[in-house]
């Protein structure tokens, strides 16, 4: 059993949705803790009662973090253990707690994490993207028009898959930046583990057609994962290809065929040869 030190801040994963997806071991250190600092008192309030919870609330978000930092700071070196908690899965990649987690670090403190729900890899488990494409995490993208327009742009050279975030009230303008990504796919994921969610996968270009279609679509939590690019999936096709030649031809030969067959460089695949042919 995992020992839970004191003068520790314990960064603790909630529900994104549904509030059954919190874990046994998020419940326990909340129950352990002496106090709870978190981004929305009232919604974290609404969390701790459903489970029978009651400790002291500190309030910790995007424009107070780095002053209720120093309180934190201040518990833990009391020797109490402070959980931090934001509205919604797990603090400190969108949500507010990096700059805290900073500064306890810097002070010397214990931090430990307790994983648990995340829209990011819920969106991706079901985007049917292999793993050998990789994939990149890009948050929300800028809110104002020209510099999201930008941001798209270079999505056009990324040939990983990207996890994009995104409000309900700039969901369409989204949609609209990224209709030039053209046929490139994109898997919708909107109020994931919720009542209404909803998970389809379109051509980017389809996008705020998609949204229109509706009013309802327009509304809840959204996350995208923009398909790898073709460079990526001539890579993942060039590697299959490989790999069954190799099995049936020497190696000169195998990478030779391939690179007629996918147009991949015949030098990068010498060297990926070479590595599958090592014991």
Known sequence: MQHYPEAALYVVATPIGNLSDISLRALHVLQLVHAIACEDTRHTQTLLRQYGIDKPLLALHEHNEAQAAEGVIERLQRGERVAYVSDAGTPAVSDPGARLVAAVRAAGLVIMPLPGASSVTAALSVAGISGDAGFCFAGFLPSRALERDRAVTTLQTEHRAVVILEAPHRIEAL?????????????????????FEEIVTMPAQDLAAWLAASSQRTRGEFVLVLHPGEQAQTRDDSARVLQLLLSELPL????????????????????????????
């Open 175 to 195: 949609a609209r930046a990224m209709a030039p990504l053209g046929a490139r796919s994109v898997t919708v994921g909107r109020e994931l583990t919720k009542q």
């Open 252 to 279: 000169k030969t195998a990478v030779k065929l391939t690179a007629e067959i996918t147009g991949a460089s015949r030098n990068e695949l010498y060297e990926a040869a070479l590595q599958l042919k090592k014991p």
